[in-house]
């Protein structure tokens, strides 16, 4: 990494991604206004090693929320862009992941789509998308990461009826998007995704260790108003953690972010 910083957002309706050097000083501005010109977010932003830049957020398309992905050089040029269509339901984009930050070919975004949590792998190369991948209905992926071995890693919630959401947890096939390993946890207390102001279970972070193992972290309610920040660490093979780490408050406990030491 040269140093400098990337930030996304924002701006008169339209996503931008600012570039700013390590004392402050602002190299590079890009603005995207989306296919219809209407409201524009950048909520993710990566980088490779060539100085690429993709930035990933959500494009208000016929009248919905839809994710999009746009890839530029180090110099700004845009070199392709994805904007995700086929939405009924506006859909989300929460995070971004490359496979490799020196020569990186696939790109992958979570969130969600029609109301289920959604996963895409797109060719870093090109845009185009090569597999998609949706699982129960109310339902959302929080976050992504990469395993030494190329397999995404994701995380969020999944709740098949809109009651009783899970904390979830999944390692996918490369290839195919399918789940080679999946983890659920169920808090003692009946939620719902479907009530705006409701609380439910749902895991906030993932992020690979060495050989194959990760950890996710996020909250689990047990009761209605008190919550648990949960925290779960798994081997490189099989669906039962390693170990689970929980931390409550006499009253209320959200676990949000985490990092790898």
Same mark, same amino acid.
């Given at each position: 990494?040269?140093?400098?910083?990337?930030?996304?957002?924002?701006?008169?309706?339209?996503?931008?991604?600012?570039?700013?050097?390590?004392?402050?000083?602002?190299?590079?501005?890009?603005?995207?206004?989306?296919?219809?010109?209407?409201?524009?977010?950048?909520?993710?932003?990566?980088?490779?090693?060539?100085?690429?830049?993709?930035?990933?957020?959500?494009?208000?398309?016929?009248?919905?929320?839809?994710?999009?992905?746009?890839?530029?050089?180090?110099? !700004?040029?845009? @070199?392709?862009?994805?904007? /995700?269509?086929?939405?009924? =339901? #506006?859909?989300?984009?929460? %995070?971004?992941? $490359? +496979?490799?930050?020196?020569?990186?070919?696939?790109?992958?975004?979570?969130?969600?789509?029609?109301?289920?949590?959604?996963?895409?792998?797109?060719?870093?190369?090109?845009?185009?998308?090569?597999?998609?991948?949706?699982?129960?209905?109310?339902?959302?992926?929080?976050?992504?990461?990469?395993?030494?071995? !190329?397999?995404? @890693?994701?995380?969020?919630? /999944?709740?098949?009826?809109? =009651? #009783?959401?899970?904390?979830? %947890?999944?390692? $996918? +096939?490369?290839?195919?998007?399918?789940?080679?390993?999946?983890?659920?946890?169920?808090?003692?207390?009946?939620?719902?995704?479907?009530?705006?102001?409701?609380?439910?279970?749902?895991?906030?972070?993932?992020?690979?260790?060495?050989?194959?193992?990760?950890?996710?972290?996020?909250?689990?309610?047990?009761?209605?108003?008190?919550?648990?920040?949960?925290?779960?660490?798994?081997?490189? =093979?099989?669906?039962?953690?390693?170990?689970?780490?929980?931390?409550?408050?006499?009253?209320?406990?959200?676990?949000?972010?985490?990092?790898?030491?």
């Amino acid at each position: 990494p040269s140093g400098n910083f990337l930030i996304s957002g924002t701006s008169n309706q339209d996503a931008f991604v600012i570039k700013i050097d390590n004392n402050g000083n602002q190299l590079l501005k890009i603005i995207w206004d989306g296919p219809q010109s209407s409201y524009d977010n950048g909520y993710a932003v990566k980088s490779d090693a060539a100085g690429n830049i993709y930035m990933g957020g959500l494009t208000s398309y016929n009248s919905k929320n839809v994710p999009f992905v746009v890839k530029y050089n180090a110099a !700004g040029v845009k @070199l392709w862009e994805y904007v /995700q269509t086929s939405v009924s =339901v #506006d859909g989300a984009l929460t %995070a971004l992941a $490359l +496979d490799n930050y020196t020569s990186p070919t696939n790109l992958y975004f979570t969130g969600s789509k029609n109301d289920s949590s959604a996963v895409i792998k797109i060719n870093a190369n090109t845009g185009i998308s090569l597999w998609e991948k949706t699982l129960w209905p109310h339902g959302k992926m929080n976050d992504i990461d990469i395993d030494n071995n !190329g397999h995404p @890693l994701v995380c969020g919630y /999944q709740a098949f009826s809109g =009651v #009783d959401a899970d904390f979830f %947890a999944a390692v $996918l +096939d490369i290839n195919t998007g399918y789940l080679m390993r999946g983890f659920w946890q169920n808090g003692a207390a009946t939620d719902s995704v479907t009530n705006p102001g409701g609380h439910f279970d749902r895991a906030s972070k993932i992020k690979a260790g060495p050989s194959g193992t990760f950890v996710v972290f996020g909250t689990i309610y047990n009761s209605p108003t008190a919550a648990t920040m949960y925290m779960v660490k798994f081997g490189s =093979v099989g669906n039962t953690p390693t170990w689970i780490y929980t931390y409550d408050s006499p009253t209320h406990t959200e676990g949000n972010g985490i990092q790898l030491l």
